[in-house]
């Protein structure tokens, strides 16, 4: 038996009174014990008490892809020798919650009495001193054993834990062994540390790789006669084509605003996806040269020096982020964008976060809802109009959105609205870029960059003859299309968060609100979601409401999950035997005795129960047939 270097009785000293000789001690056990301390942790917590529900694991895991795909093969490979050993292996995220769990099914049953369970958050804040929180707050391997846990919930376990980094030294991940007190061995450190390292270099080759694979997919690109160079995701240029290796020298390295001191000016900034894993590896920069006058929609003086700001909430989701990487490629440019994305998307706010982060954040921002203004209308209100130009004209006339967008950005929203016959006129703005007002003989030239926003297929618009062709390639250069809530619903929790921050709106936030609003399919996207947050808002009268009311709310609105929103899906799934449950995981035994508990408090009143674990009564009956209960 491998014995630890403290007792029971120092434990018991340091909790009633605070008093501890550290020069007997393990130094970092020491400081991890007066953080546990400072932190107002309960050293007599008996089991983790902050556990993710299937929702926001599932979300946990999506933002960790990268550190479970690569550290998985691993864990799966320790599987054998961890059962004969009576050992369990855990893979845990940088904010301390356990993404996977595998080893002896009988250790693991034995950890699942304190919660030790995949989606707990297992950190010094949670439950103290323990080998994953220490790792995580001093980026070193350790082992903790029996009472050098800081609570009495891990006493009977030893675990030793190690931090997995990026090339860059970025902490992504703890790797984690864990086993009861009369099973530990001192090579447990050792061994957890080496398999670290071995993920810490797959992931460093994984990099490698990608280089390797954007080099190759660059040779056809290097080889052109257009001055274009390929950046990995560091921005860092590691191709080129023949103009940029002729005339600048240690070109290899730098950066693409380098380019600047040669005469480039930045022209477009394209993404390059992986065909491996369908990730972004780099990206195609394309230049061209500053002496010679761009097209005004693809020409940009100079790189922003301020960074990208996007003033919303981004969320985590892998959707989100590369509309985000699009966003932030095509900014600095003056390329026309096409946004397309569902109602209630957002396409506005990604509009104005381009123009926020480009060249011309400091012209004006004119957005258009096309679909709003009557035909007969168009002409005037686009173009503008001379005085006298017709009846009830103004005075001085006016100027059309064009001519008010003049250094800046025109956002013509719902561009598949706009009627035929000023699609001929619109194409002619944009070859000529000047307009002439209703009535008025004069040219008027505009400066602007056109970014257009639609929720139909506007490729399907030209196919049947609707929307020209000519003037669908001049406004689609640059395609960003925007996913719909059901897409990104790890988001939910975030944009909850910080819509209800924004507008002060007093909600309760409580575990059974997320769950009904991730359940939801959401048709009318993140308006809609907002619409609902105002509604609780309102319901609230200032006042924090109960969970209960809460659901009462969202059940009157009728936001209720997927399946009961859908017919089908609830036809499709009648063939599953009742009495036939699934096998259930030891996140689900536990959900299970929970349930179980609060009906015999409840003296079976399922309302009651549902009521005490603070979840809607629709989870709860479908838990109730989930478990046979």
């Known amino acids: 038996m491998f014995e630890s270097a403290f007792n029971l009785d120092i434990w018991n000293r340091f909790v009633r009174e605070g008093v501890l000789d550290s020069s007997r001690l393990n130094q970092r056990i020491v400081e991890s014990w007066y953080r546990s301390r400072n932190a107002h942790v309960n ?39 961890a059962n004969d050993l009576g050992m369990i292996a855990l893979l845990i995220d940088p904010e301390g919650y356990v993404l996977s769990i595998s080893g002896n099914k009988d250790v693991q049953m034995a950890a699942s009495k304190m919660n030790f369970v995949e989606g707990v958050r297992w950190t010094e804040g949670e439950v103290g001193t323990n080998a994953i929180g220490t790792a995580l ?12 846990h800081y609570s009495v919930a891990s006493h009977r376990w030893s675990c030793s834990a190690a931090p997995i980094r990026h090339d860059d030294g970025k902490l992504i991940g703890i790797l984690d062994v864990s086993c009861p007190v009369d099973r530990a061995h001192p090579y447990m450190l050792g061994m957890v540390t080496s398999v670290a390292y071995s993920i810490e270099r797959e992931i460093s080759i ?30 860092v240029v590691v191709c080129a084509s023949k103009p940029i290796r002729h005339n600048m020298p240690g070109w290899i390295g730098s950066k693409p605003h380098d380019f600047m001191e040669y005469g480039y000016a930045l022209q477009m900034e394209i993404p390059i996806y992986s065909n491996v894993h369908n990730g972004i590896i780099g990206s195609a920069v394309h230049f061209i040269e500053a002496k010679i006058k761009p097209a005004p929609l693809c020409f ?19 959707a989100f982020q590369r509309t985000l990487d699009e966003m932030k490629r095509v900014a600095p440019s003056d390329t026309s964008v096409y946004i397309s994305g569902e109602t209630g998307t957002g396409k506005e706010v990604i509009a104005r976060t381009i123009h926020e982060n480009s060249s011309r954040k400091n012209g004006p921002f ?39 967008a003049n250094q800046g950005t025109l956002f013509l929203d719902e561009i598949g609205e706009i009627p035929h016959s000023m699609q001929v006129a619109l194409l002619r703005v944009l070859q000529e870029r000047k307009v002439v007002p209703l009535g008025s003989a004069k040219e008027i030239p505009v400066d602007i960059r056109i970014i257009t926003a639609t929720h139909r297929d506007l490729g399907q618009l030209v196919k049947d003859g609707k929307f020209r062709e000519d003037l669908y390639y001049r406004l689609h250069v640059y395609p960003i299309d925007v996913p719909p809530l059901r897409e990104r619903k790890e988001d939910i929790p975030y944009l909850v968060r910080y ?5 002060q709106w007093n909600i309760p936030l409580h575990p059974a609100l997320f769950e009904r609003l991730l359940e939801y399919h959401w048709p009318g996207n993140i308006r809609e979601l907002i619409n609902v947050l105002e509604r609780l808002h309102i319901v609230s009268q200032g006042e924090e409401i109960a969970p209960l009311e809460t659901m009462h709310v969202l059940d009157r609105l009728n936001i209720r999950g997927a ?7 609830e036809q499709n799934n009648t063939h599953i035997p009742a009495n036939e449950p699934a096998p259930c995981s030891l996140r689900d035994q536990i959900q299970k005795e929970q349930m179980t508990e609060a009906l015999q408090k409840t003296k079976g009143n399922v309302t009651m129960a549902a009521q005490l674990l603070g979840i809607p009564r629709s989870t709860f009956y479908k838990r109730l047939r989930k478990f046979n209960i």
């Open 300 to 318: 940009i003086s100079q790189v922003p020096s301020t960074p990208f700001e996007f003033k919303g909430e981004k969320g985590i989701s892998q």
């Open 206 to 235: 994984r990099h490698h790789k990608d280089e390797m694979e954007l080099i190759q997919r660059s040779m056809d690109i290097i080889e052109t006669d257009r001055p274009v160079v390929i950046c990995n995701n560091k921005q």
């Open 563 to 569: 399946l009961s929103s859908n017919p089908s899906l």
């Open 499 to 503: 819509f209800c921050g924004k507008h």
């Open 137 to 148: 707050s001093t980026e070193e391997p350790i082992m903790v054993t029996g009472t050098e």
């Open 43 to 81: 050293p007599h917590l008996d089991k983790g008490r902050s556990i993710l529900n299937d929702d926001l694991l599932r979300c946990q895991m999506a933002k960790n892809a990268l550190l479970q795909d690569i550290a998985l093969p691993h864990l799966q490979r320790m599987n054998s020798f």
């Open 366 to 404: 004119v957005a258009v809802n096309c679909g709003a203004i009557p035909k007969d209308l168009m002409e005037s209100e686009l173009f503008g109009y001379a005085e006298g130009a017709f009846t009830g004209a103004r005075r001085h006339g006016y100027k059309g959105k064009f001519e008010q």
